[in-house]
């Protein structure tokens, strides 16, 4: 197995993130139950989806742009790192509404999208540490 996504919590009935077209380089993440985001209110909404790659690689979430466009939503980080060794843990996407309308989203709406990318290291590059948790664990 090569990279790839997985049901987090098998006992929520929830889509895994999927490519719309052919040439689309983002696997769509859908929603695993209706939301509903306060006129510049920040939520943190879990994914129910874990992803597995190989260590050289990384998952990059961003907003879809239709959801910036049409309904001013924005990653509050911008762009969210998934690493290689978050594979046990949960996303989650921090969401931030940017106009002074409340968005009402449904299940299974597509908000965010993640890219699969390699990525390189430093010549003098010798870490062996391995994360022992979830968001922030790497301090």
Same mark, same amino acid.
């Given at each position: 197995?090569?990279r790839?996504?997985?049901i987090? %919590?098998?006992?929520i009935k929830? @889509?895994k993130?999927?490519r719309?077209?052919?040439?689309?380089a983002?696997y +769509?993440?859908? @929603?695993?139950?209706?939301?509903?985001?306060k006129p510049y209110e920040?939520?943190?909404?879990p994914?129910?989806?874990?992803a597995?790659?190989? +260590?050289d690689?990384v $998952?990059? $979430?961003?907003i *879809?742009?239709?959801?910036?466009?049409k309904?001013? @939503?924005? @990653?509050?980080?911008?762009?969210?790192?998934?690493?290689?060794?978050? &594979?046990?843990?949960?996303?989650?996407?921090t969401?931030r509404? %940017?106009?002074? &309308?409340v968005?009402? $989203?449904?299940?299974d709406? *597509?908000?965010?999208?993640?890219?699969?990318?390699?990525?390189?290291?430093s010549? +003098? +590059?010798?870490?062996?540490?391995i *994360?022992?948790?979830?968001?922030?664990?790497? &301090?």
């Open positions: 197995m090569k790839g996504f997985e987090y %919590n098998k006992d929830s @889509l993130p999927t719309q077209t052919k040439c689309s983002g +769509d993440f859908y @929603l695993p139950t209706d939301i509903i985001i920040i939520i943190q909404i994914s129910n989806v874990k597995y790659m190989q +260590d690689e $998952l990059f $979430l961003f *879809r742009s239709s959801m910036g466009i309904n001013g @939503l924005s @990653l509050v980080n911008k762009v969210g790192v998934i690493d290689a060794d978050y &594979k046990d843990f949960e996303i989650s996407f969401i509404n %940017n106009t002074d &309308k968005v009402n $989203l449904s299940k709406t *597509r908000v965010v999208q993640g890219i699969f990318t390699k990525y390189l290291l010549d +003098d +590059d010798h870490v062996e540490t *994360r022992k948790g979830g968001i922030g664990s790497t &301090k």
